[in-house]
């Protein structure tokens, strides 16, 4: 998968593909045009790739030129045809052979055919390298075609997204924003923030930890933060309703996001109803939870080991350690079995290396 610019791109069809299919266009061609030397027109800038393969693998005399036409800002058509190029005097009473990359509406298609009848040539045809039969208006005749795809938003061999992507061999599609949100649960020292800043960067996800999440609305005075530091300060516990607020806002400011890694939260039945109602209410749902499960004797090590370079004192006793792990115990056995019952836990074994519980942990959510 690729990133180019905000979005994820996913491949699609192989170079070995296009190879192919290139060179039975050329061969229907040439078949057609063996009498004649035809003028092959390039639709800039997106049939540049296709041109060039075509014309390569064209067995007979040829001529090349070239229009530039527009119709695409983004990931969507703007509805209007600009022509930046336009088609030069040479063609006229020639046999030609106009090249797309991608022909979806029909617009551009029409807009070609309305130039070339005004220029009077002597006969042209449409050849395009990707065709979306269900999205075309049917209007004109497409007499040669690459491949037929549905309708979705691809780049490469020549075509782009916001100018980015033309270069690549191959052809990527955009990449569903299907919303994926995960609950990590995990003792001291199992690893959770490790694995949750790989898995994020991987899924696009936005890791909301309550602690990191606490402290930045008390460092900077928010009208949450006051409130939660005012039931800190008195020694009570922060009500749900504030906690869940403040998550709210952090989902609200990451709208990009193509799902959250909730860390820390819920931690009571309340709290896993409370989150399912915010998800509800945004149009998403908890998708998974997942548990990183390890040996007490080896997280115990990992912990006093980590102590020693941290200086956190709470990692340096074992009887501390041990009280941390019941509590653990104690809170997640309801959750557990909540999550059960709705077909939504997940145990992952999380002993081993890093890459080694990521894999474990992709192939969860990967089948989700």
Partial sequence: MIKLHDKYFEPYISATEIDKAVERMAAAIAKDFKDETPIFVCVLNGAFMFASDLIKKYPHPCEVSFVKLSSYHGLSSTGIVETLLDVPDSVKGRSVIILEDVIDTGRTVKELITMFSNIKVKRFKIASMFYKPDVYSGEYNIDYVGIEIPDKFILGYGLDYLELGRNLPEIYKLKENRMINLVLFGKPGAGKGTQANFLKEKYNLKHISTGDVFRYNIKNETELGKLAKSYIDKGDLVPDKVTIQMLKDEVEKNAEANGFIFDGFPRTIAQADALDDLLSSKGMKVNATIALDANDEVLIARLLERGKVSGRTDDQDEEKIRNRFD???????????????????????????????????????DNL
Avoid: C, M, W
């Fill in 327 to 365: 509590e653990y115990n104690e809170k997640t056995a309801p959750l557990k079995t909540y999550y059960i019952k709705g077909g939504k836990f997940h145990s992952v074994d999380g002993i081993g290396s890093i890459e080694e519980i990521t894999q474990r942990l992709s192939k969860v959510i």
